[in-house]
């Protein structure tokens, strides 16, 4: 499984992105889509996430402010930001997690920039 994020850049603080990851490759219908960020001299914290089923969870931080959705016919997670704030500046990862009958695999975005100007 490969997947690719898109949607970063630069953008003023109140203002809005929508990121995107697509999967390709073999995918089983249990899997939970998500997306993590990593801002410079951080650890890698939790944004949101969404589980098949369609529950979802958001980081404290964003909630009210970041929406994750997904198109399962074209295996793809969306977070839509809005509202942005300079402390959301980091580089964003999606993740999936896919269960498989041998157990639950996980996959990595190669990252994308988001950059919030005050």
């Known amino acids: 499984v490969q997947l690719q994020a898109s949607g970063g850049g630069l953008v003023q603080s109140g203002g809005s992105l929508r990121l995107s990851c697509a999967a390709s490759?073999?995918?089983?219908?249990?899997?939970?889509m998500g997306w993590y960020r990593q801002a410079p001299g951080n650890q890698r914290e939790m944004v949101a996430a969404i589980a098949s089923g369609g529950s979802t969870n958001y980081a404290d931080s964003v909630k009210g402010r970041f929406t994750i959705s997904r198109d399962n016919a074209k295996n793809t997670v969306y977070l839509q930001m809005n509202s942005l704030k300079p402390e959301d500046t980091a580089v964003y990862y999606c993740?999936?997690?896919?269960?498989?009958?041998?157990?639950?695999?996980?996959?990595w975005g190669q990252g994308t920039l988001v950059t919030v100007s005050s």
């Open positions: 490759g073999s995918m089983f219908s249990r899997n939970t």
């Open positions: 993740h999936f997690r896919i269960f498989r009958p041998d157990g639950p695999y996980d996959y």
